[in-house]
């Protein structure tokens, strides 16, 4: 299945992956809870991240993930590929179930998205925050 949501260029690509609109302004997506591949697809007019675990999948040129309270930035660069928190990932590279994100300062809280915002909860990963 794929379900296009509002002026966001966003696919749900399984109806395993749930996707809400939060506050009638953010798009709100939670992927089952597994293992996950970051995948960059060059499509027009604009490159796109798409985050695929065995049941669920979503792909969009911009979204924030996290675990429903905190907001970690993942995009597709037009020309460098994909990026979390300003650091360059690898085609191919896993939110394996179980493992930790360690954010970075800078991060936003997902309460704090705008219309527009595509936002993915992954279930199976722990997000970290900084100390403060």
């Given amino acids: 299945m794929r379900l296009l949501i509002s002026a966001a260029a966003v696919a749900v690509l399984s109806v395993s992956a ?3 609109v939060t506050d009638a302004r953010v798009v709100q997506v939670t992927l089952p ?3 996950v591949t970051l995948s960059y697809v060059e499509r027009s007019p604009q490159f796109t991240v798409e985050l695929k675990a065995k049941d669920g999948a979503v792909e969009a040129p911009r979204v924030y993930i996290g ?3 905190v907001a970690v930035e993942l995009f597709a ?3 460098n590929g994909i990026f979390l928190q300003d650091v360059k990932l690898k085609q ?3 939110f394996k179930k179980g493992d930790t994100i360690k ?3 800078g991060y936003k809280k997902a309460a704090d998205l705008v219309a527009g915002d595509v936002y993915v909860k992954l279930p199976g990963v722990t997000f970290e925050l ?3």
Avoid: C
Wanted: glycine share 10%; hydrophobic share 25%.
């Fill in 18 to 20: 749930l996707a809400d």
């Fill in 33 to 35: 809870n597994e293992d």
């Fill in 67 to 69: 675990d429903g309270a």
């Fill in 77 to 79: 660069h037009p020309t």
């Fill in 92 to 94: 191919g590279d896993q």
């Fill in 103 to 105: 954010v970075r300062p």
């Fill in 130 to 132: 900084p100390a403060k």
